[in-house]
C-alpha cells in the first residue's frame, strides 16, 4: 500500500511562490505515476500537474502552465510542485496523487493514491 503525505501549503500573497513536497512511503515509488490535484470550496476535485515514472515527461493543466513546476526525487520517493506568480485563483487543498499506470490520469475518479492534501491560500 501506497501513503502520501504533503506539505509546505500555507497563506502567501498574490504574486508570491510556494513549494509543496509530497513524500511516499511503501514499495512501487520509482514505478509510480504521480502528480496532484485540487479542490476548492464548492468545486470539484480538479488535475493540476503530473509527471512520469521516470521524470521525463511533464503535464500540466493550463491554467497553471508557465507558472507551476512538478519535479521528482525518485531517491528521496518524493514529488514537488514549485509553484511561482501565484493568483487568488490557485487557493485550494492540494492532494498528491499516485498511479501505477504509466501515466497519471486526469480524472480524479480513478486515480488510486490519494494523500490528505495541504491548504493553499493566496490572498489577493
Known amino acids: 500500500q501506497v501513503q502520501l503525505a504533503e506539505s509546505g501549503g500555507g497563506l502567501v500573497q498574490a504574486g508570491g511562490s510556494l513549494r509543496l513536497s509530497c513524500a511516499a512511503s511503501?514499495?512501487?515509488?520509482?514505478?509510480?505515476?504521480l502528480g496532484w490535484f485540487r479542490q476548492a470550496p464548492g468545486q470539484e476535485r480538479e488535475f493540476v500537474a503530473a509527471i512520469t515514472r521516470s521524470g521525463d515527461d511533464e503535464y500540466y493543466a493550463d491554467s497553471v502552465k508557465g507558472r507551476f513546476t512538478i519535479s521528482r526525487d525518485n531517491a528521496k520517493n518524493t514529488v514537488y510542485l514549485q509553484m511561482i506568480s501565484l493568483k487568488p485563483e490557485d487557493t485550494a487543498l492540494y492532494y498528491c496523487?499516485?498511479?501505477?499506470?504509466?501515466?497519471?490520469?486526469?480524472?480524479?475518479?480513478?486515480?488510486?493514491?490519494w494523500g490528505q492534501g495541504t491548504q493553499v491560500t493566496v490572498s489577493s
Open positions: 511503501g514499495p512501487f515509488f520509482s514505478v509510480l505515476a
Open positions: 496523487a499516485a498511479s501505477r499506470l504509466a501515466l497519471l490520469p486526469k480524472r480524479a475518479q480513478i486515480i488510486e493514491f
